[in-house]
């Protein structure tokens, strides 16, 4: 890992200081919940985390709409004020594997709307200029266009906190870097992000590939008797037995990215500035001014720990 010794110092970013008061950080939560596992886990990971304050959630990709459909449930199921949290479809695009969204097949809510995505983001943005963090853990395309909607829009977003990339190693531990999902899914859209001037912060391959919830970690979960959990646990089976890519332990990808947000715990970034090349490679280059904040590595353990807590409470 030469490439790392040549990188500026770590900064601990956003961590309040000891005995600091702040109110809820507002966040809209951008997702493609329904084709891996962890969009779901990084949901339930946000609604336990009281530094966030939830305004919507907003689907990107495939059948958004379906999509849209299984966040309405899974909040309906938590319920309370969960139940009435805005969701909005927004982009669609090309049918992609999506087992988990036959779940929520029929559920209607008057909070689940139908379209409309990227205008409601436009609207609470434009309602707080300068607070609202977007946490986007699918394909950039909602984002983009939210970017492309309205000039100087970007300047109105406190940050995008996004799962996505690949900076010094890929998938496997050892890979080398390679396009990842999200980015390559919609490289143009990455890119429109990455040189919006938005404060961006980053949980790539390097710091997520290897967050594996293990059988005991889910055992933990499951067993907490909530018919949230219960939810989990159903999409969870739903995916292991139809997922084409045979992931049998869950990663935390997404989940990576609510945790920066806020932290509850300090998190090493790394100013980087990575340019989006049109196969959707993440490559950091030298000279320029940094365009985001990159994890590069966090601590397995205590990063799975804490998250299971939150699932726990
Ligand atoms: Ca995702």
């Given at each position: 890992m030469v490439a790392l010794c040549v990188v500026a110092a770590p900064v601990f970013a956003q961590q309040p200081a000891v005995g600091e008061k702040h109110d809820p950080a507002p966040v809209i939560f951008d997702t493609d919940i329904g084709t891996d596992i962890d969009d779901a886990y990084a949901l339930a990971v946000l609604m336990q985390r009281p530094e966030l304050q939830v305004l919507g959630v907003t689907t990107v990709s495939s059948d958004a709409v379906a999509r849209a459909r299984l966040a309405a449930k899974l909040l309906a199921v938590a319920g309370g004020r969960w139940a009435s949290l805005p969701v909005y479809a927004g982009i669609s695009t090309p049918i992609q594997y999506m087992k988990q969204v036959e779940w929520a097949q029929g559920f209607e809510s008057p909070s689940l709307h139908p379209s409309g995505g990227v205008d409601f983001m436009r609207r609470e943005i434009n309602k707080r200029p300068g607070e609202i963090t977007i946490i986007a853990v699918g394909e950039l395309t909602n984002v983009a266009a939210l970017l492309d909607a309205e000039p100087g829009i970007g300047k109105k977003i406190r940050a995008i906190a996004l799962m996505g990339g690949s900076i010094y190693r890929?998938?496997?531990?050892?890979s080398r870097p390679e396009p990842e999902w999200n980015i390559k899914s919609n490289a143009a859209a990455a890119r429109t992000v990455f040189t919006a001037g938005v404060p961006l912060l980053v949980a790539p391959l390097d710091s997520t590939a290897d967050l594996k919830m293990t059988p005991e970690m889910r055992v933990q979960v499951f067993t907490r008797g909530t018919a949230f959990n219960d939810a989990l646990a159903a999409l969870n089976s739903i995916w292991r037995h139809t997922n084409h890519w045979n992931g049998e332990n869950p990663t935390y990808f997404d989940v990576l990215a609510v945790q920066l947000v806020q932290p509850r715990k300090p998190y090493a970034l790394t100013p980087l500035r990575i340019e989006v090349t049109g196969d959707g490679t993440t490559r950091p280059v030298t000279g320029?001014?940094?365009n985001a904040e990159v994890?590069?590595?966090?601590d397995i353990a205590s990063f799975m720990s804490d998250c299971i807590t939150l699932l726990n409470r």
């Open positions: 890929g998938y496997a531990a050892g320029g001014k940094p994890a590069l590595q966090v």
